[in-house]
């Protein structure tokens, strides 16, 4: 299993480059919410993204999130 860490005050302040780096997405990942979404569904593994801060970011994000892992079979999400 993956397990991720992410940081609400690093996405505050580096936005997708920081989110292209920890969670390794793809060279054709579109830097907005829907292609998140899209990124985080295709994940094939057993992957559990924990945010911490989430305070820090958009309740848009978080619901990116949030949804990707009902949808996922391989993905869970968790935050503070």
Do not use: Q
């Amino acid at each position: 299993m993956n397990i991720i860490e992410l940081d609400g005050k690093k996405i505050k302040l580096l936005s997708h480059e920081y989110l292209i780096e920890m969670l390794d997405l793809p060279s054709y990942y579109g830097r907005n919410l829907d292609a998140l979404y899209d990124c985080l569904t295709e994940i094939g593994v057993e992957t559990e993204i924990h945010l911490i801060n989430s305070k820090d970011i958009s309740l848009d994000l978080y619901d990116t999130f949030f949804d990707a892992a009902c949808e996922s079979d391989f993905l869970t999400f968790s935050s503070d």
